[in-house]
């Protein structure tokens, strides 16, 4: 089961914690909905472990915000923020859950934003000495570790599309934030298992697998050209591979980039710098046709007309493309681990006049994706484990509460929970494939 910081904490500025680029992306009124309250979690944890205690998971992922552990990004460590993440633990521990912290979902603070955030060279220590700081704190509890979440979203939707935090529109800083956040991660690695013996570090990427929409050979050209932009830009690095070489030829003849002047002496090292497990965040697939090779508006994202249907997101179901993705992976990289750090599906469904939220799309999307987990495994893809996205009903970014995506309905007047047919569904899955 996983979820982020910001997504459902609230209390944004409570017990010290520092402004995140996403706190002032609302106020600067590019999102609809604020930080505050999200599902008020940082009030009502005692509670949500219980949930998950009762759920029946045996390893939660969540995030920790780099505004609560250090309010300005770097400097003294704010005891009380930290604290909270020192509860965490504790409590997922005491009701035998593993716990899966991610370091960086998307938040950074805002005063690293002020220098430059994730453009700037600077960023890639200042991430590196966040990471020792958490680790050394947490060590002792945590064994699991993921760096960074979703590196093209973070670095192409916020530097690039500009409809994410920061909101920057250029591709010299979409390309350097996505170069840094890959260097960063690398640093990140080391700096862990050098606090933690026994720490399996690993990143939660993005992808988005591409087919060509067509036989015309045009379609699959402009698909190997997607299918490069958008996953093996990192995909490819993190294996030692470098960047693609088909796509960096691409961004210099376009004038986008200036490798020499990104790529420091060793960074494609660091980058590299061995994974225990790749975490991959999975939600559809996309067919490719001539013309679109990268997407000229993200928001809307062309679907293909599945038999399955969409989500609310207007995202194609396909859990073919789980299986297929998690296989192809394993085949191209041979990783030690995969793990589904995400996957799930926002449906709108709310309480019926019974008080329960029938929702039985949720339940389809979620029984054939893990049918699609158990497909991959049997086809040899070492996949070690599985999170659903998510816990609650809460903040999807730039769309507010309208999209929902949890297995727990959160009454937005009293913020009471209510778990979700699908939460009881999981639940017996659970025990069912534990046997
Ligand atoms: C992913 C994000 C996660 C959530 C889901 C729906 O891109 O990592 O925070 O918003 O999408």
């Known amino acids: 089961m996983a979820t982020s910081a910001f997504q459902i904490e609230g209390a944004s500025r409570a017990d010290g914690k520092g402004e995140s680029i996403w706190d002032r992306f609302h106020a600067d009124g590019k999102t ?30 969540f995030s920790i915000a780099w505004t609560r552990v250090l309010p300005e990004g770097t400097g003294d460590v704010n005891a009380a923020g930290l604290g909270f993440y020192d509860r965490l633990v504790d409590g997922l521990v005491e009701r035998g859950i593993e716990p899966w912290p991610t370091l960086y979902h998307w938040d950074l603070p805002q005063d690293l934003q002020e220098s430059g955030g994730w453009v700037s060279r600077d960023i890639v220590h200042q991430f590196e000495n966040y990471a020792r700081v958490v680790s050394a704190r947490l060590g002792d ?88 932009f958008r996953n093996r830009w990192f995909f490819d690095p993190l294996h030692g591979r470098g960047y693609p070489e088909d796509i960096m030829r691409r961004y210099s003849d376009l004038g986008r980039l200036d490798a020499g ?39 809307v994202d062309p679907g293909p007309d599945p038999s399955d249907g969409y989500t609310e997101m207007g995202w194609a179901i396909d859990p073919g493309g789980l299986r297929d993705y998690l296989v192809d992976l394993h085949e191209e990289y041979s990783p030690a681990s995969l793990v589904v750090t995400e996957n799930g599906a926002s449906f709108s469904d709310g309480p019926n006049d019974d008080g329960v939220v029938h929702d039985q799309r949720r339940i389809d999307y979620l029984a054939a994706h893990v049918r699609a987990v158990v497909d991959a495994r049997a086809a040899g893809a070492p996949v070690d484990g599985y999170f659903v996205w998510s816990l609650m009903d809460n903040i999807e970014w730039t769309q507010g509460y309208d999209q929902k995506f949890g297995l727990i309905w959160v009454d937005r007047d009293t913020l009471e929970r209510t778990p979700k047919a699908s939460f009881d569904w999981y639940r017996s899955e659970i025990e069912r494939l534990r046997g």
Do not use: Q
């Open 32 to 61: 609809p909905v604020g930080p505050d309250p999200a599902c008020d979690h940082y009030h009502r944890l005692e509670e949500d472990l219980d949930l998950l205690a009762y759920l029946g998971v045996d390893a939660y992922r």
């Open 261 to 299: 002047e990104m790529i420091e002496v060793g960074d494609m090292e660091v980058i590299a710098t061995a994974n225990d497990f790749l975490g991959l965040n999975y939600y559809t697939t996309l067919p490719v046709s001539a013309g679109s090779e990268e997407l000229d508006d993200p928001e």
């Open 141 to 228: 509890r945590v064994k699991n570790w993921i760096t960074i979440n979703e590196p093209w979203v973070a670095a192409f939707l916020g530097h690039l599309y500009g409809v994410f935090a920061p909101g920057l529109t250029d591709w010299n800083s979409a390309l350097r934030a996505g170069h840094h956040l890959l260097v960063g991660h690398g640093l990140a690695v080391s700096a862990i298992k050098g606090e933690v013996s026994e720490a399996a570090v690993g990143p939660g990427i993005d992808c988005r697998p591409a087919r060509p929409a067509s036989d015309d050979p045009a379609d699959a050209g402009a698909s190997v050209v997607f299918d490069g």
